[in-house]
């Protein structure tokens, strides 16, 4: 039985101040006895170190949104995996929609991070998604199938032995047009297909995959019940402490 996993994608938001009052929004807001999904929360690089002391005792884990593909030197404005690790970092998102498309990075790139990230053992929430167009072409499952075959490249089940995906069509990112329980279910069966077919039943069995994409109080039950959602990335609603709690509670049986 895979645990659901339900991680908070902040974004650009929240400086210090505001990361201290959400987390102990959070705290209060959470009965953490009774939670048997992972929490995670992926602050800004600036609250990171700050959020980690916060959650000492907490049972959230902690996150971050990107990172860089090297491991140290002249990267200017850049932040490397081992910073990530001694600020307390226990996951990172990579392949983000808005860093496909804002920052243009692609799927070598991703892959080069991800193989980083495992390198120093920080999970990867590797994101996926199609464009509208795209899925108005009819061409959801060849993009999907693309991105998790470059973005995987070269990497054994041992290595994914931490991996989570995140599925994210990115129409429904921030749009308040979340794709209905049934597309979302259609693509995650298809992608652990896929990852039965290229590494082993088993493996895609046990594989975490969220749903991101306007994930919200309302339609966290319906989403989160189909047999292949393993949990969320959650936007814009995981930036107020009682709908991000409403959508853990909203994860357990
Ligand atoms: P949203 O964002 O919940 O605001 O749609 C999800 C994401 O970008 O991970």
Redesign the pocket.
């Given at each position: 039985m895979r645990k659901k996993v339900i991680a908070g994608?902040w974004?650009m938001n929240n400086d210090l101040y505001g990361t201290i009052n959400l987390i102990s929004d959070l705290k209060k807001e959470l009965n953490e006895k009774n939670v048997e999904a992972d929490v995670i929360i992926c602050p800004p690089f600036t609250s990171l170190e700050t959020a980690s002391t916060l959650l000492k005792d907490s049972t959230i884990k902690l996150g971050a949104q990107n990172m860089y593909l090297e491991e140290s030197g002249a990267f200017t404005g850049e932040v490397s995996v081992s910073m990530l690790k001694s600020v307390g970092c226990e996951y990172v998102?990579l392949g983000?929609?808005?860093r496909r498309t804002i920052f243009s990075e692609g799927d070598q790139v991703i892959n080069k991070k991800i193989k980083t990230a495992i390198k120093f053992g920080l999970k990867p929430i590797f994101?996926i998604g199609e464009t509208l167009e795209e899925r108005e072409k009819g061409i959801t499952f060849k993009v999907v199938e693309t991105q998790v075959q470059n973005g995987l490249k070269d990497l054994s089940e041992s290595d994914l032995s931490n991996l989570i995906i995140?599925y994210?069509p990115v129409w429904?990112?921030?749009?308040?047009r979340?794709a209905t329980p049934q597309q979302a279910q259609e693509v995650h069966q298809f992608i652990r297909g896929l990852i039965s077919k290229l590494y082993s039943p088993n493996f895609a069995r046990q594989l975490v995959i969220q749903y991101?994409?306007?994930?919200?109080a309302d339609n966290a039950k319906e989403l989160l019940s189909q047999p292949d959602i393993d949990g969320a990335?959650?936007?814009?609603?995981?930036l107020n402490a009682d709908s991000f709690a409403k959508i853990i509670n909203a994860s357990l049986r």
């Amino acid at each position: 039985m895979r645990k659901k996993v339900i991680a908070g994608n902040w974004k650009m938001n929240n400086d210090l101040y505001g990361t201290i009052n959400l987390i102990s929004d959070l705290k209060k807001e959470l009965n953490e006895k009774n939670v048997e999904a992972d929490v995670i929360i992926c602050p800004p690089f600036t609250s990171l170190e700050t959020a980690s002391t916060l959650l000492k005792d907490s049972t959230i884990k902690l996150g971050a949104q990107n990172m860089y593909l090297e491991e140290s030197g002249a990267f200017t404005g850049e932040v490397s995996v081992s910073m990530l690790k001694s600020v307390g970092c226990e996951y990172v998102i990579l392949g983000h929609s808005e860093r496909r498309t804002i920052f243009s990075e692609g799927d070598q790139v991703i892959n080069k991070k991800i193989k980083t990230a495992i390198k120093f053992g920080l999970k990867p929430i590797f994101c996926i998604g199609e464009t509208l167009e795209e899925r108005e072409k009819g061409i959801t499952f060849k993009v999907v199938e693309t991105q998790v075959q470059n973005g995987l490249k070269d990497l054994s089940e041992s290595d994914l032995s931490n991996l989570i995906i995140a599925y994210e069509p990115v129409w429904a990112i921030g749009t308040g047009r979340n794709a209905t329980p049934q597309q979302a279910q259609e693509v995650h069966q298809f992608i652990r297909g896929l990852i039965s077919k290229l590494y082993s039943p088993n493996f895609a069995r046990q594989l975490v995959i969220q749903y991101g994409g306007s994930v919200k109080a309302d339609n966290a039950k319906e989403l989160l019940s189909q047999p292949d959602i393993d949990g969320a990335l959650v936007g814009g609603a995981c930036l107020n402490a009682d709908s991000f709690a409403k959508i853990i509670n909203a994860s357990l049986r």
